[in-house]
């Protein structure tokens, strides 16, 4: 299928530690991947996104890790704030669906002070 | 600021009733696509639009109708509205396909 998923729906840390987000997809043909952030009340708000000819993108504070041998996609999360707090999505783009965008569950992140 | 502006913010319907969203394309931007996210989700592909014609839908009735204007905004139509149907309602507007896809605030529908 079409899916996209996440190993944990919650992900606890402490202020300053590097925080790991997991998502795995099911579709091969993906060629485009997106990792938002959404805090309450608001819309997503892009992050990164990495093409499936790349495995490692950086941003700033950021990296996203792709594993297409395993269809792993991680997104990395340099001493975290608590403006981090947030649910995390990872969205998947097929090559021939246009621009549609699958997205999974989401991880809650929260940063501990 | 995304760029992007939806109205109204909230919206309260009563079953049956027939909604209007409106989503205000970012300059430049001539592909809006809508989402319908529910408490606790992932977002939903709803449908898109391009170039004023919808050009890929998602598993979603034909209840849920849209439009796009020539300056690109674009509506989204419900009607008979349904309990299930309460939740945020989202656009994302890009150019072609290329990268970055920026999501409005969405929406928050509840029907009773």
């Known amino acids: 299928g079409e899916s996209v998923g996440l190993h944990l729906p919650t992900l606890s840390v402490q202020e300053g530690d590097n925080s790991i987000i997991n998502c795995a997809y099911s579709n091969s043909a993906s060629d485009y991947f997106i990792w938002y952030k959404q805090e309450s009340g608001k819309g997503p708000q892009f992050i990164i996104d990495?093409?499936?000819?790349?495995d490692k993108r950086q941003g700033q504070r950021v990296t996203v890790l792709l594993n297409k041998t395993v269809k792993h996609l991680s997104l990395q999360i340099a001493a975290t704030q608590p403006g981090d707090s947030a649910v995390y999505f990872c969205?998947?783009?097929?090559?021939?669906?246009?621009?549609?965008?699958?997205f999974g569950e989401g991880t809650q992140l929260t940063v501990n002070p | 600021e995304t760029g992007v502006t939806q109205s109204p913010t909230h919206l309260i319907k009563t079953r049956g009733q027939q909604v209007t969203l409106r989503c205000s394309s970012q300059?430049?931007?001539?592909?809006v696509s809508w989402y319908q996210q529910a408490l606790g989700q992932g977002p939903q592909f709803i449908f898109q639009?391009?170039?004023?014609?919808?050009?890929g839908r998602g598993n979603f009735p034909p209840r849920f109708s849209g439009l796009q204007f020539p300056n690109y905004s674009s509506e989204l139509n419900v009607n008979a509205l349904e309990l299930d149907d309460s939740a945020l309602y989202l656009c994302a507007t890009h150019r072609d396909q290329t990268r970055g896809y920026t999501f409005g605030s969405g929406t928050r529908l509840t029907v009773v």
């Open positions: 969205a998947e783009r097929l090559a021939t669906s246009g621009s549609r965008l699958t």
């Open positions: 639009y391009y170039r004023e014609e919808e050009n």
């Open positions: 300059s430049g931007h001539n592909t």
């Open positions: 990495i093409r499936s000819n790349m």
